[in-house]
């Protein structure tokens, strides 16, 4: 089969959910605001005809670097496609200069591929779930506000102390939508409402919790790292009880992190 592998554009979103795996929901929107991101940088591979047959992504924040929505149409997978995809979005991120650290979070799927292109497990996440008929708690929001001018700064110095990279470019842009955790001007955390996976980060264990009180009203799971304990008890006593682990990989030097503040991840583009 002949295929080019070129940019994708504007103009592809709304055939990108016609390749996408059916328990995966929407890939449109987050496309959408890769293609208005420096950080972002998405391909598509195209048959010489020009049937859309997979996408990949590669995002770059500075020294570090992800791999985003490796997506092969299921009719052309197994033809070493979402290899090739893999591949091009690597050397898109090493070709950054100081870029070096290569991180992604596998699917089942797609875990066999990247152990064979070298990466190394890093964590796991725990999918977290709650039963359709458990109640939702209560929320106490005297502390949680919507994210102001006055707040970003905070919560990018958190998005950066938790995540260990810089993504300042990437999320600037939705930060308008954001909730925050505040007591006397000092931000604690923030969450991430409708973005991803509805992202939790959090400096305090009262600010985490608080914020995830918010982000249950979610209706789909919660991932958490393996090393937040706090976060687990916590969706444990609502309920919650975990379905699954996915891998957290990375080819390249590690980089300082802190999951202990990650209450929920942002997405699988994100950690």
């Known amino acids: 089969m002949e295929y080019s592998i070129v940019d994708l554009e504007q103009r592809d979103l709304p055939a990108l959910d016609s390749i996408k795996p059916d328990t995966w929901s929407s890939v449109e929107e987050i496309h959408a605001h890769y293609l208005t991101t420096p950080s972002a940088r998405c391909v598509k591979a195209v048959s010489d005809s020009g049937e859309l047959l997979g996408i990949g992504t590669a995002l770059v924040f500075g020294a570090t670097g992800w791999l985003a929505h490796i997506i092969v149409s299921g009719a052309h997978q197994k033809r070493g496609l979402g290899t090739a995809i893999v591949q091009n979005r690597i050397r898109a991120i090493r070709e950054t200069p100081g870029c070096a650290s290569v991180t992604l979070t596998a699917t089942d799927q797609g875990y066999p591929l990247y152990q064979k292109l070298g990466f190394k497990d890093q964590s796991l996440y725990r999918i977290m779930v709650r039963p359709q ?31 260990g990279e810089d993504r300042k470019e990437f999320l600037l842009p939705i930060l308008h939508t954001a909730r925050v955790y505040e007591r006397g001007g000092r931000v604690f955390g923030f969450y991430l409402p409708d973005f991803g996976d509805g992202g939790v980060y959090a400096t305090t264990e009262q600010a985490g919790c608080a914020l995830l009180t918010e982000r249950v009203r979610e209706d789909k799971p919660v991932f958490i790292p393996e090393e937040n304990e ?12 975990e ?26 583009f994100a950690g």
Do not use: W
């Open 133 to 163: 008929d458990a109640p939702l708690p209560r929320a106490d929001d005297s502390h949680i506000r919507a994210c102001g001018a006055d707040h970003v700064e905070q919560v990018l110095a958190i998005d950066r102390e938790v995540s």
């Open 230 to 241: 706090d976060a687990y008890r916590y969706l444990a006593s609502l309920g919650y009880t």
């Open 243 to 268: 379905v699954k682990r996915i891998h957290r990989m990375i080819l390249g030097p590690e980089f300082r992190r802190n999951p202990l503040h990650c209450y929920a991840r942002i997405g699988g």
